[in-house]
């Protein structure tokens, strides 16, 4: 009679982890260049108009070629798409978390662009926001030239 | 002369990571069965009934046949050196394997020759990979006959089978 | 199967370090290149197949983020990864698609950007094949010293050393042959202008000085990591015909598996392979994909190979197993100079993956580098004699996986 | 199409979360039951196709060590990384194409192995969202909920009736994982919060599971089966990535089905279509997937649930197996959808059997709020 079961559990080696440094090219560069400046690049597509956001070198819906001439800063602010709230988060091992302080999260079509941006929402109740909202970005201090120099975004003021 | 080489320009990068080690797998008790046979100074494989073929380790299922390997069959602790590799002396620092040095962490000696090899057990149809011990490695040639080199401690491990060692000195 | 042939192909200076451009730039660069010599647009491309390693890049499906790069907006496009063969793989996608009539143009793009991974390129990707089995064995007392020793001796030559010692026992080959071979490769990369290792008129006696990894691999003999993205477009007859001067026709194409050839099966289990250089999965994907080619006799009608040779016992090991020479001569017409660009089997012109190998792209890119020489724009790679028949082969996996395609000037 | 395509047999494992079997012996069992429920030996089979991918597995070249389990032993072979439709469909251009008979597709996953909702985050564009990181495929996809739900006027009570429907049916499916017959609408509710408005049962489980398909094209069909399943229309697309896309729509699976109906000579699914069964991963993608699908206008999904037209015994029934909030075993789960559209023209449903079906549609999906989409229509009958 088999008395333990014939398959047994193999726990990895948590030290052993894959650690990876992408590099952005030159047109995701001088959008991450331009935080450090509090400014937004958005690339406007030569031929079919689609304006992304962040900057990149290639139109998605008519294949053609962007560069440093098809750059359009925009002021950041924007119409809140979407938002929700999270009560757990993942901690990169694959765990669910729960946070003892839920995060709210927002879909933002920024204005004068065709993206959406899925950013954390702060300096507003959860009740107050409503889809169509306009929403700005509010800077962190200390500017390093990263997705981290916008904290989060919040119910524009005007 | 040597390879040509041209000038790229570097761009900014973003880090990020994949936590490898956090995955987690399910096995089955066949290395289990291996080791419990090494610790009576035993070589376990399975046996198809399908092809004949004994694999050593066991393993679960036979591809040849598409059936499982019920079967188990202890092969001769002596063999055939069906291929082997010389390594230059070891060099602490040179090597790291998930960033420990072998040397540092004791697993290696500082300008040991390591010869690991492929030997196939009398029974057996696999080669097994292990360590040619106390032997010239000048005198290492394939076909050469070996037998098991068991630890002091038996432990129920795979280390309780060293290596191999030439069957004549 | 409908008539199928190769109008275009596109790929990226292959390099160490592409830190000029995203993965994602890097892959529309072979894109775009593609596009351009197959004389298409994307709107004409009807779907997609794409494919690389995601564990070495460190992105899961990157297909998903940078669909955007390779057109698939809008278009059916199917991801496909084995491997070492990857690259074969995907080129084998978009030949089924069009060949089944299904679709009148596919395209084909793999890629490899390994400067993303901080880790050597390759060293966590390879050792996370077995990265379960590793973890069983280690907790069963695998002793450190025989994983280094038995796996590791040196870095990737791992897997591929005792290949070489068991073909080298049974063929007579000698190092001096892995030296010419590795010397023959970079002086082909030096005339490709895409190639990675590129050492211009390199000969045996440079690669022999280099540093010893275990006998009988050199440091000049292990393949690079490299960066890179290849594609091809495939189209039906009349589309090729109409775009395309002198299209690379599909003849035949196989992907047999073997067992795992080496080392370990799934839970540290052993393998009933006892020659890993015997590659029972390449002479049985070589048979069939010969049957459909309606090829009797390789040796003569076969013009030319791409051959997948990260280490260059490989480039001898498979020519014999696709039956291009017979069992263990074929270091013999390597010394004749059969092999070079002017002999009578010309392998490897591009420098194969010898030279250069982004592990996605290799395996696409001896398909695109055979087409290339088909249609006659190899540039100064194109071999000496007019080349009628060639065929690309690619493994991955543990040595177990095996893509073969055949390509020639004129329709089946 | 030149060469016409038939199912010949299928299998699917007990899907639950942390199997008490191998990765090898999971897939082996149910190879062996595929094929012996399409009465061939490995010999018969030509191509094999597998569906499995390197981050879930946890494994680079996660199908190496499953070629001998998958039957695949010197035999052509190949990896689709994504979802078993998919697969099923690369599978079925080799059988066209004439170069093989008979092809076996196998799709697996086990979610025990590293929650698959950390790979979905993984798959996010490493330059921005990864770099921001609050996007995993939950967020996103309640992000995706709320924007539809505003529009169209639908409650969490709705999304919560629509996981009641499931769940309830699951409990008569054998081989679902969360099998919950007495479940309602405020237990649904009551369950782990995760993304409003999400709670953990209107979320698919992590599960554990295989599925195979055996294909052979027609005449070796005939000769093999006596009610083969007929594969009438087939069709995938890929939409643009999570940031440039339309969330409200699911543009990819409209076109996929309009392609696969073209294919198939359906005019009117809602009535042509004996059964669909369709992967939601949550509950809202149901009633965008009847409105992608021209089940319904845009935004009249919920009516659809409403009038139980899409119940087990209304006018086309949707997911009498439970679909995947019953069980999500990632890759297979489409192979899965595959597998009881032909349980159900098959009659083989026993326990959730919808009377006389003659054509069923399929669905898989892949990436994060269904990027990529697979419609397939199956037919019994010559």
Known sequence: METKSNVITVQGLPIVVANFNWSVGFQMERFLKALGNKKILSAKCPECGYTYVPARNRCGKCYARMDEKDLVEISGKGILLSYTRAYVELDGKGNWIDLKEPKIIGAIKLDGADSTLFMPLGEVQFENLKIGMLVEPVWNSELKGSWKDIKYYKPASA | ?169 | MRNTAIIGCGQTPHRARRRDVSVAELVSEAVSAALEDAGITMKDVDCIFSGNMQGFGGIAQPDLWLGDWIGAPGKPAIRIATGGTTGGSVAHGALYAVASGMYDIALAVAWEKHSDSKEAGATTGLAHVGMGNLFHALSYGLSLKNLIATTAVGAAAGVAVYQARFYMHRSGATIEHLDMVAAKDRRNAAKNPYAHLRWPNCQPEDIAKTEMIAYPFRYGHVCPASDGASCIVVAEEKLAKKLCKKPAWLLGLASYSDEENQLQSENYGGVGVLDPSEQMGCRVSAKKAYAMAGITDPQKEIDLAEIYQPFPSQELIFAERLGLFDDGTAWRYLEKGETDINGSMPTDLSGGVNATNAIGSSALQRVLECALQIMGKAGEHQAAKPVHKAIAHGWGGVTNYITVTILGDSPR | MAKRVAIIGYAQSQHQYDVQKTREDLVFDVVRDAMKNAGILREDIGTVVTASTDFLDGRTISNVFLSMAVGAYLKDESKVEEDGTNALYYAMMKLVSGAYDVALVEAHTVGWQFNPHQVWALTTDPLVERQIGVVNDVSASALQARMYMQKYGVSEKDLAQIAVKSLQDASKNPNAQRKLPKVNVNQVLGSKKFCEPFTELMISPISDGCAVVILASEDKAKKLCEKPVWIQGIATYQDDYLRDRDLLSLTSLKKAAKKAYQMAKIKNPLRELGVAEVTARFAHEELMIYEALGLCKPGEGKNLISKGITKRNGKLPVNPSGGALAADPVCATGLVRVIEAVKQIKGEANGYQVPKVKRALAHGQWGICAQKNTVIILGGGK
């Open chain 2, 1 to 169: 002369m040597g390879y040509i080489k041209d000038e790229i320009p570097q761009t900014m990068m973003v880090e990020g990571d994949w936590q490898v080690g956090a995955y987690r797998y399910k096995a089955n008790r066949l290395l289990e069965e291996y080791t419990q046979g090494l610790k009576q100074k035993k070589i376990i494989g399975s046996l198809c009934l399908g092809c004949g073929k004994v694999i050593v380790p066991p393993r679960a299922i036979c591809g040849r046949c598409h059936r499982r390997q019920e079967e188990r069959r202890e092969v001769s602790p002596i063999g055939t050196i069906t291929c082997f590799v010389i390594s230059p002396p070891v060099v602490r620092g040179k090597y790291k394997l998930f960033g420990l040095d072998p040397v540092d962490t004791g697993a290696l000696k500082e300008g040991e020759i390591l010869v690991p090899c492929f030997v196939r057990f009398d029974g057996s149809d696999s080669n097994v990979a292990c360590l040619l011990l106390n032997a010239d490695p000048q005198k290492v040639f394939i076909g050469m006959r070996v037998k098991a080199v068991w630890a002091e401690k038996l432990e129920g491990k795979m280390s309780d089978l060293e290596g191999v060692e030439p069957l004549e000195k």
